[in-house]
């Protein structure tokens, strides 16, 4: 019964990730020109998808998951920096390089990986929690990123302004991303008490739907592009995302004082391999995603391993 839940949960991850390396492989999408995709994932089906779980969250529940919230934001946060640090510090990786790198091994693959875990392992319930964690990531670590991505590698425009101007205007840029705004809203909605009305929910969660499927795609095709490059770094980044990241987060609720049902639900969460919102950043910046690709190919299939772990100790039954 644990085998067939835990495969019902990994098969299908796996097989639409194949199904966009295939498609790029053999030349049936084109995986160099993949800004429709990626403009549909990051400014509509996932925003939807993120806005529509957390606005439709009763206030009380919404409440109950804070500590998720600034548990798994200070983990992610910690290997976020951890990394950036590291990396700049020792290495001549620039600062866009180095939050890419930082941002795939803090934030996990919640929309494409956590999603259809969550469903077979918790149902229903884990809608919740599980976007609460993406508004986490989404809120903290994405716009320190695309600060970053903004600040280096942004219009050429920029660089004539003062370092202030320069900052306030990648901040501006960054909050106001769909992926970054729609779960903060949601969140909002939530706590303010107001109701999504049936056809308002019914028209974002058509288009949200669609959210982890083409992004799983997308990373297929994406990766399909690219050639897997072992080296250092891609191994402690995986070793990072796949097995410190959990151990971090069991450590964290052993000494905060949390529900079990948020600690066991934090650490699954942590235990999903590395995310491709850096992928993704990197084809809107044209920048290379080579090294960023490389990391959540190995932690994804290292993750069968983590992940299998992780549920079989959970959630025994």
């Known amino acids: 019964m644990m085998s067939h839940a835990i495969l019902l949960a990994l098969a299908p991850v796996f097989f639409v990730m194949a199904l966009g390396y295939g498609a790029g492989r053999l030349r049936i999408v084109d995986n160099h020109q993949v800004g429709g995709l990626n403009a549909l994932v990051m400014d509509f089906a996932l925003p939807a998808s993120l806005f529509v779980a957390t606005a439709s969250a009763p206030r009380s529940e919404m409440l109950t998951q804070a500590p998720l919230f600034a548990v798994f934001g200070g983990v992610m946060l910690v290997l976020y920096f951890a990394w950036y640090v590291a990396l700049h510090g020792t290495t001549k990786a620039t600062k866009a390089d180095a939050s890419l790198q930082a941002l795939t091994i803090a934030f996990p693959n919640l929309a494409g990986v956590g999603l259809p875990i969550v469903s077979a392992v918790l149902g229903p319930s884990g809608t919740v929690p599980l976007a609460v964690a993406l508004a986490a990531g989404s809120i903290l670590v994405s716009p320190l990123t695309l600060i970053l ?27 106001s991303k769909p992926v970054v705004a729609a779960p903060a809203l949601g969140i909002l909605f939530s706590l303010s008490e107001l109701k999504l009305d049936g056809v308002t929910e019914a028209c974002l969660l058509l288009i949200g739907h669609a959210a982890a499927g083409v992004a799983l795609f997308l990373t297929g095709l994406i990766l399909s592009a690219q050639s897997f490059r072992l080296d250092w770094k891609v191994v402690a980044a995986t070793a990072m995302a796949d097995i410190i990241r959990p151990l971090l987060t069991a450590a964290v609720v052993f000494v905060v004082p949390v529900t079990p049902e948020v600690a066991k639900v934090a650490i699954l969460l942590a235990a999903v391999p590395s995310g491709f919102f850096a992928i993704l950043f990197a084809v809107n910046y044209r920048l290379d995603s080579a090294t960023a690709g490389s990391m959540v190919i190995a932690s994804t299939i290292f993750s069968i391993v983590t992940m299998a772990v992780a549920i079989a100790v959970l959630f025994p039954q």
């Not at 991505?149 to 909050?175: H, I, M, N, W």
């Open 149 to 175: 991505l903004e600040f280096t590698s942004g219009p050429k425009d920029a660089e004539t302004l003062a370092p202030a101007r320069r900052l306030l205007r990648a901040l501006r840029r960054a909050l």
